[in-house]
């Protein structure tokens, strides 16, 4: 089982995410006002919560957001879950569908860091069954 500890937003591509409260998650499109929502299969980032501490631990004075990332998520691993793997968060169904990206421009973190964790620590999902999801929420692994 896995916490959401935070919740990502952004109205422009390439530009930090900020943090809310709650998202609207809407069925083969992605987070209501997320600028990666739309018709492909990344339309939702996932990042582990103990990822982004670890990589504090370094010094790195991040914020939730800073990776582009949309769900913070405490109590999974995503990179070691298969593609495929499905999350039920309330009425919310989503499906992983890549594991990490290639960073074509480095980024700020990996500016200041000489590294960053989203590429290779990230997972990205399609929204299957839509609704709204809350900080504090469950996300559970789907059985199929």
Request: aromatic residues 8%; contains cysteine.
């Amino acid at each position: 089982m896995g916490i959401i500890k935070g919740i990502c937003i952004s109205k422009e591509r390439g530009t930090e995410k900020h943090e809310v409260a709650e998202a609207g998650f809407v069925k083969d499109w992605g987070i209501q006002g997320d600028a990666h929502a739309g018709k492909w299969h990344r339309q939702v980032s996932l990042l582990s919560f103990e990822k982004i501490e670890e990589f504090r631990t370094k010094g790195a004075d991040v914020a939730f957001g800073a990776f582009g990332e949309n769900l913070i998520v405490e109590g999974y691993d995503f990179k070691n879950l298969p593609v495929g793997t499905r999350f039920r968060c309330g009425k919310v169904l989503l499906e992983m569908t890549q594991i990490g990206k290639e960073c074509h421009s480095h980024c700020q973190i990996y500016q200041r860091m000489g590294e960053c964790i989203m590429p290779h620590e990230g997972v990205f999902a399609v929204v299957l069954e839509g609704g709204t999801i809350h900080v504090g929420d469950e996300l559970l692994l789907q059985e199929s």
